[in-house]
């Protein structure tokens, strides 16, 4: 069954030529409402936001959840380059673009937060207001390894995520047992059910997917240390305490590049908290987008 099959009435698939590559999304909502774009993070795609479109979308919002690029329906340009923080920016200004959105509210997860980082950073003029869930400042991130050895630990997968060929073998071996069993083990029990999984696994396999999903990591050695040093827009930071991934000193720091910002945790979530709490989260997103 195709994912767009399980949307609410309403909501329709587009895919454009955006900033180079054809970019493939899902919107919901008013077409005339003020924009929000939904960014997921590795290793999910729009699908991964299913239970915060409608509900954004049903408080008069334009909801758009694209697949970025590398993954699912959307372009996978050759070349860890192509995968360059700045690059992933201006996608989300070139889709704001393609929509007519000369200003528009942003919300990231994880790899999606990163990159959200990114576009509030070099684009705050774009960015009317920018909710980020369980995704460090990619200015912090390092300092935060070097200070903190629980945390070089938890993120040693990085390392390993740099070295050509060994990770997509180790990833794709026995119909992605590795990515599945990372995404229910660091989950609440019972989040993730194996239709879903197997869902996520159909979009891994579509050729070239996997190695452009971990060019994102690969492209980092890119990254110019300041390009989002500080953030202008007015920033929702939510948090789920129990990350396998990130440790809650990275929500803390992250908010220090906020000049405008706020620390909302969810001590019983984990890194999945848009999974495990759809309405808690819907509505602190609904509250924050309606501030504005």
Not at 94 to 123: K, S
Not at 154 to 162: G, L, T
Not at 270 to 288: I, M, Q
């Amino acid at each position: 069954m195709a994912d767009e099959a399980l949307l609410e009435p309403g909501s329709r698939s587009r895919t454009e030529a955006v900033n180079g590559v054809r970019l493939h999304w899902i919107e919901a909502g008013p077409a005339d409402g003020p924009v929000v774009i939904l960014l997921h993070g590795f290793p999910e795609y729009w699908w991964g936001w299913r239970r915060q479109i409608a509900p954004l979308a049903e408080t008069g919002h334009r909801v758009v959840a694209p697949d970025m690029r590398g993954y699912n329906e959307s372009d996978t340009p050759s070349g860890v380059a192509a995968y360059r923080a700045d690059v992933l920016a201006t996608d989300v200004v070139r889709l704001a673009d393609a929509l007519g959105a000369p200003r528009f509210a942003l919300v990231g997860h994880d790899w999606g937060g990163i990159v959200a980082w990114e576009v509030a950073g070099r684009y705050p003029e774009r960015v009317e207001r920018l909710a980020i869930l369980n995704a460090p400042h990619p200015d912090t991130m390092a300092a935060s390894i070097l200070a903190h050895p629980s945390q070089a630990l938890k993120s040693s997968y990085i390392a390993f995520f740099q070295l050509p060929f060994v990770p997509e073998l180790a990833l794709r071996a026995d119909g992605f047992a590795a990515l599945r069993r990372s995404m229910k083990d660091s989950a609440r029990p019972g989040t993730f059910g194996e239709a879903e999984l197997d869902r996520y696994a159909a979009a891994w396999a579509k050729p070239r997917r996997l190695t452009a999903m971990l060019d994102y990591y690969r492209a980092l050695r890119f990254r110019r240390s300041g390009a989002a040093a500080r953030i202008a827009p007015p920033t929702l930071v939510l948090w789920g305490e129990r990350d396998s991934f990130l440790e809650s000193h990275l929500a803390r720091a992250a908010l220090g590049r906020c000049d405008r910002g706020r620390l909302v945790t969810l001590p019983d979530a984990t890194h999945w908290l848009h999974h495990e709490e759809p309405e808690r989260v819907g509505a602190e997103l609904a509250a924050f987008l309606a501030e504005s």
